[in-house]
């Protein structure tokens, strides 16, 4: 069945330095999404790509998608406290239903 | 955005009891979601809850384990039936909402089952 795989599992990063997330899915896929969640807290979206090779920026966030849209990254540029958390990226399944990577989990040394 | 309530937010359960989980929208939806997910593990879909009809279950997941009601477009129950300490996870209800092409998932705080 499809899969949606993310690594690394867990990311230690000092507080300041670059954070990168990637995403493989088995097939390809119409879009991909990625979610933030904060420890104790439930997923938060955080954007859509739809368009191959498509780039978004939101502040010190810079989502990719891969151009044969059957990848993806999230880099976080000089992390701060605020970024703990696990990312997760997720694609359509069949019926359009999402499927959710294993997470990349975020901690921040100070 | 969607505003999306569980109940209840935590509960301690004895192996072999049921509890059930209300999910409340704050405006009409066509579907809802139902996920678990197992401590420090990514979210799993158990079903799909659709308004007038019977909800559909991935893989892994059968109705008689997880009941779920779905009277009107803004409401949904799950229920862990005949629980075991395996079924100690947070359960999450979600709805999708945006224009077409571009949907995303609002997810309710999560309801936190500890079954001993």
């Known amino acids: 069945g499809q899969q949606v795989m993310q690594i690394p599992q867990y990311q230690h990063v000092q507080e300041g330095e670059d954070f990168t997330t990637y995403c493989n899915s088995s097939?390809?896929?119409?879009?991909i999404q990625w979610y933030k969640q904060r420890p104790g807290g439930h997923p938060v979206f955080l954007i859509q790509l739809v368009k191959s090779g498509e780039v978004k920026k939101q502040k010190r966030l810079t989502f990719q998608f891969g151009e044969a849209k059957k990848n993806s990254s999230l880099h976080i540029t000089a992390t701060q406290t605020t970024d703990v958390g696990t990312y997760f990226c997720a694609g359509p399944h069949r019926d359009d239903k999402i499927i959710f990577g294993k997470g990349t989990r975020l901690h921040i040394l100070p | 955005s969607a505003v999306i309530s569980q109940k209840p937010s935590r509960d301690i359960c004895q192996r072999g009891t049921s509890l059930t989980i209300q999910c409340q929208v704050d405006s009409q939806v066509t579907m809802m979601f139902w996920y678990r997910q197992q401590p420090g593990q990514s979210l799993t879909l158990i079903a799909t809850a659709n308004q007038g009809s019977e909800a559909t279950y991935e893989s892994g997941f059968v109705i008689d384990k997880f009941p779920i009601s779905r009277p009107n477009l803004t409401f949904s129950t799950l229920t862990v039936s005949n629980m075991s300490p395996e079924d100690s996870s947070i359960y999450l209800c979600?709805?999708?909402?945006?224009?077409?092409?571009?949907?995303?998932?609002?997810f309710g705080p999560g309801t936190r089952l500890t079954v001993l």
């Open positions: 097939t390809t896929l119409s879009n």
């Open positions: 979600s709805v999708e909402r945006g224009i077409v092409g571009y949907n995303e998932q609002f």
